[in-house]
């Protein structure tokens, strides 16, 4: 089954269920790993089953992620399946200030999720550290651009990691780990 890439989420009430860490986290594991029962979710996020349940029920209810019945093996195994690889919203979509609010804050939760990820990274051991010697990185500019040169821009960048997301992963031996890949482009005042 393939998956839809993008969803543009315009509904503060899907950005409310998604505003949680364990659920956002959740989402991530499903990206990364693919469809996976709750048991799976709990190990790979450290929570007990039965929260891990009502959060992903929430996510349901959003319709972000739905069952995958066709992966049982049996009528008790339930696997879940993001309904889309990834979600997008934008600022401007939510006029209502309490709708604004929540748009707020999944953006704030969203951005503490990516800046978490990173100084994991830089909090693992030297060991972990040496066997990535060569790609981990970071990068910034200041540009000088306007609204529609930077949705350009950005239209460019998504180009690029979707070839690289969208590749057929080579089967010659070399084991490969997630990589976790975030940028931004906002005006700002240095």
């Known amino acids: 089954m393939t998956i ?16 949680h860490p364990l659920r956002r986290r959740l989402m991530d594991v499903l990206k990364v790993h693919g469809p996976s029962t709750v048991g799976l979710l709990a190990e790979r996020t450290a929570q007990a089953p039965a929260n891990v349940s009502h959060h992903l029920k929430v996510l349901a209810g959003a319709e972000l992620v739905e069952e995958a019945p066709e992966l049982a093996r049996d009528r008790r ?6 309904v889309t690889r990834g979600v997008r919203w934008s600022q401007s979509d939510f006029d209502d200030p309490a709708a604004r609010a929540v748009a707020d804050a999944a953006t704030s939760l969203n951005l503490d999720r990516h800046v ?19 790609g981990p990185f ?19 960048l998504n180009e690029v990691l979707a070839r ?27």
């Open 138 to 156: 970071s990068t910034d500019r200041w540009l000088h651009l306007t609204d529609a040169e930077l949705a350009q821009l950005a239209g460019e």
């Open 4 to 19: 839809p890439d993008v969803r543009h989420v315009t509904d503060s009430r899907v950005l409310a269920a998604l505003s």
């Open 164 to 190: 690289w997301g969208d590749r057929d992963v080579p089967d010659d031996g070399r084991k490969r780990e997630p990589v976790f890949l975030f940028a931004y482009g906002i005006p700002a005042t240095p």
């Open 116 to 134: 978490a990820l990173a100084r994991a990274w830089h909090a693992t051991d030297e060991a972990s550290r040496a066997a990535w010697s060569q």
């Open 77 to 82: 195994e339930r696997w879940w399946r993001l």
